[in-house]
């Protein structure tokens, strides 16, 4: 039972300090999405949560869309395509959250 407590505490430490590497990433550059015209007749407001993974350089590579209102989404993945972050060593992801 004790070799088994120990095993089990050395993995969650390992695994702690393997997620310690994945830090965010500071963003350079943004984008302010456009204000969808349906969006201005329905007098809708709200948030838009993306995952993004972002190359070595920087660029985004690809987006989720995870959730918020549909005639948002649109318009923020648009925008958020062409957010910059800083270099890193390698590729990270992201969740974000953009608001209108």
């Known amino acids: 039972m ?4 120990h ?9 702690g300090t393997a997620r ?4 965010e990433r500071k963003l350079v550059s943004r984008t302010e999405p ?6 201005v007749k329905m007098n809708l407001h709200g948030a838009v949560k ?8 920087g660029t985004v590579r690809r987006l989720e869309y995870i959730g918020g209102h549909p005639v948002l989404a649109a318009s923020a993945l ?3 395509k ?4 800083e270099p890193a060593a390698k590729e990270s992801t992201e969740t974000v959250e953009v608001k209108f």
């Not at 004790?2 to 407590?5: E, G």
């Not at 095993?7 to 695994?15: P, Q």
């Not at 456009?34 to 969006?39: C, H, K, M, R, S």
């Not at 993306?50 to 350089?57: A, E, G, Q, R, T």
């Open 2 to 5: 004790r070799i088994l407590r």
């Open 7 to 15: 095993i089990l505490l050395c993995m969650l430490l390992l695994a």
């Open 20 to 23: 310690a590497g994945d830090e």
């Open 34 to 39: 456009e204000y969808p015209d349906l969006a």
């Open 50 to 57: 993306l995952k993004i993974w972002i190359n070595p350089d």
């Open 78 to 80: 648009k925008a958020v």
């Open 82 to 85: 062409d957010w910059k972050y």
